[in-house]
């Protein structure tokens, strides 16, 4: 296994430094099946900015050896809504997305998307899936064992950054 430190030939305590289209240039370079494995890493990414996890640095992004000695993208590990409990951090992602660590919007992810080659059909439908997804989760922090005030908190950070990405559930664009 080999995180994105070690691909992109940054020292552990540089792990903040970097970008997630720096991750994606390695995955293009590295993984045997590139263009599903930086679909799969954005995802990730976009779920993390949803879920509040802004702590998605250079060291939980990984690509792991298989049988064949052919490098993929891992699993996701390390997921965590750390902006409910870290107060004071403002940055809505560890690392950078189209220059940037805070007020992101859909046409940020968008964008670096785009520069990883990802078609804007397949930009479209990965939003689309959120979007459906959505209510789901509402339901889910709903029934977790999580305290009333961080539930409120979650459905609350839930909605603002589903608006940050325009995801308004029963309102999915067709074009996908």
């Given at each position: 296994?080999?995180?994105?430190?070690?691909?992109?030939?940054?020292?552990?305590?540089?792990?903040?430094?970097?970008?997630?289209?720096?991750?994606?240039?390695?995955?293009?370079?590295?993984?045997?099946h590139p263009g599903l494995d930086v679909v799969n890493f954005y995802e990730q990414?976009?779920?993390?900015?949803?879920?509040?996890?802004?702590?998605?640095?250079?060291?939980?992004?990984?690509?792991?050896?298989?049988?064949?000695?052919?490098?993929?993208?891992?699993?996701?590990?390390?997921?965590?809504?750390?902006?409910?409990?870290?107060?004071?951090?403002?940055?809505?992602?560890?690392?950078?997305?189209?220059?940037?660590?805070?007020?992101?919007?859909?046409?940020?992810?968008?964008?670096?998307?785009?520069?990883?080659?990802?078609?804007?059909?397949?930009?479209?439908?990965?939003f689309k899936r959120f979007t459906r997804i959505l209510p789901k989760w509402h339901?889910?922090?709903?029934?977790?064992?999580?305290?009333?005030?961080?539930?409120?908190?979650?459905?609350?950070?839930?909605?603002?950054?589903?608006?940050?990405?325009?995801?308004?559930?029963?309102?999915?664009?067709?074009?996908?």
């Amino acid at each position: 296994m080999e995180d994105m430190c070690q691909l992109t030939e940054r020292l552990t305590e540089h792990k903040y430094k970097g970008s997630y289209e720096q991750i994606a240039k390695a995955i293009l370079k590295y993984a045997a099946h590139p263009g599903l494995d930086v679909v799969n890493f954005y995802e990730q990414v976009v779920f993390s900015f949803l879920t509040g996890n802004n702590d998605m640095h250079l060291k939980n992004f990984s690509l792991l050896k298989d049988d064949q000695r052919n490098y993929n993208l891992c699993p996701a590990y390390d997921m965590v809504a750390s902006e409910l409990v870290v107060e004071g951090d403002t940055e809505e992602l560890a690392l950078n997305l189209n220059g940037k660590k805070r007020k992101l919007k859909r046409s940020d992810f968008e964008t670096a998307m785009l520069r990883a080659d990802i078609d804007a059909k397949v930009i479209a439908n990965i939003f689309k899936r959120f979007t459906r997804i959505l209510p789901k989760w509402h339901e889910w922090v709903d029934t977790s064992f999580l305290p009333g005030d961080l539930k409120n908190a979650y459905h609350e950070m839930l909605d603002r950054k589903a608006g940050q990405l325009e995801l308004v559930p029963g309102k999915e664009s067709t074009e996908a």
